[in-house]
């Protein structure tokens, strides 16, 4: 194994003779040209392979070097170490001879730690909601510098949120249902009734619109006709009386059609008919049975005769018709109906 580390010509040495111990115990049956080329091929490889000529504390002083003389005066490394701030510039000598060193330190792969820095953030990204609360978030990279050498990386996230939009979203008003109908206007012959509701299922809030529509609306209600209570008509004339003297009665009437109750109105109060006493006057007094020959012997009385019957007030002379009848003439008052034993007439 050749090792790509190796510090000094001692180091190459010991090499060197592990390869002509091998040349020599080479199996002789081989051809010595061959052996010849293998020892050729290992020299190279180990020389190119080492190419740091300092051991280790000559390495570490030169380091120390570099340090002091080129780093601290403000020489800009390339292998990564960080050069102190100055305000003038190296001189050529002063320079070349950092290149030096560090060229040397290179071959050793000397190189300073190069810990990690971060850039600056970038945009914030858009907000996750419009309103009501979301989050956005800004990105940063460990690139200024990107950590190198076995420096370490940066400290910290990489990333960084924040709430944003935190203002409350727009609430739109919704309708809450109807409520009851309020108590019509009318028993009957139609009235009105309305019904609300609100804008609170929510309330519009924080610019939101409100409800579309009307908070109350209104319908017909109780379209029945009314009740019509019946009314009287007014009496009619009176009846013919009964009889013409010793009381008899008489009726009138009337009808609920003033108006007729309709509709489940009421009807009249009190009797469609009524009835009154009528001639309470005494009837005339009459004279006993008598044929014709005594109606006769009241010749110029005051009777009158019917059927032999003989009658006061009748002021005349009782006749006889053709048919057995008598009658009065010039009678002031009244007279005895033929015919019918409870009726009057005017005589004639």
């Known amino acids: 194994v050749v090792s790509t580390q190796s510090t000094g010509s001692s180091g190459i040495n010991a090499e060197y003779g592990e390869v002509i111990n091998s040349f020599f115990t080479f199996d002789h049956t081989m051809s010595k040209f061959l052996a010849l080329i293998l020892f050729l091929a290992v020299l190279v490889l180990a020389v190119g392979s080492s190419n740091c000529s300092l051991k280790k504390k000559k390495l570490n002083k030169k380091i120390k070097q570099y340090k002091k003389r080129c780093l601290s005066k403000g ?22 001879k950092c290149q030096t060193i560090e060229e040397v330190l290179k071959k050793c792969d000397f ?36 950590p190198a050498f076995g420096g370490v990386d940066c400290d910290g996230e990489a990333e960084e949120s924040q709430e944003c939009n935190k203002s409350q979203c727009p609430i739109n008003g919704g309708w809450t249902g109807w409520g009851a109908w309020s108590q019509c206007s009318a028993q009957c012959e139609e009235g009105n009734q309305t019904r609300k509701r609100s804008c609170s299922d929510p309330a519009p809030a924080f610019g939101g619109a409100d409800c579309v529509g009307n908070g ?7 379209t029945q006709p009314c009740p019509v209570n019946g009314g ?18 008489q009726t009138r009437k009337r ?5 007729a109750p309709a509709y489940g109105g ?15 006057h005494s009837c005339p007094r009459g004279c006993a049975w008598g044929n014709e020959h005594e109606c006769d012997t ?4 005051s009777w009158g005769c019917h059927k032999s019957y003989c009658w006061s007030q009748c002021n005349g002379v009782c006749y006889l018709s053709g048919k057995g009848i008598h009658y009065c003439s010039s009678c002031k008052e009244w007279c005895w109906s033929s015919g ?3 009726k009057w007439k005017s005589c004639s």
Not at 81 to 94: E, Q, Y
Not at 125 to 145: E, F, I, L, M, V
């Open 111 to 146: 190189s300073c730690p190069v810990d990690g820095g971060w850039s600056d953030h970038g945009g914030w990204t858009d907000c996750s909601a419009d309103c009501g609360g979301g989050n956005q978030t800004r990105s940063r990279t460990c690139s200024n510098p990107a």
């Open 340 to 342: 019918n034993g409870s």
């Open 75 to 96: 020489f800009q490394s390339s292998v990564g170490c960080t050069s102190a701030s100055v305000n003038r510039k190296l001189g050529k000598k002063v320079l070349k």
């Open 266 to 280: 009421r009807t009249c109060s009190g009797h469609t008919v009524e009835s009154q006493k009528c001639n309470t």
């Open 216 to 222: 109350e609306e209104s319908q017909k209600c109780n």
């Open 255 to 259: 009808s609920c059609s003033n108006p």
């Open 298 to 301: 009241h010749y110029g009385c």
């Open 232 to 249: 009287w008509t007014s009496f009619v004339a009176w009846s013919q009386c009964s009889t013409q003297c010793g009381g008899g009665s």
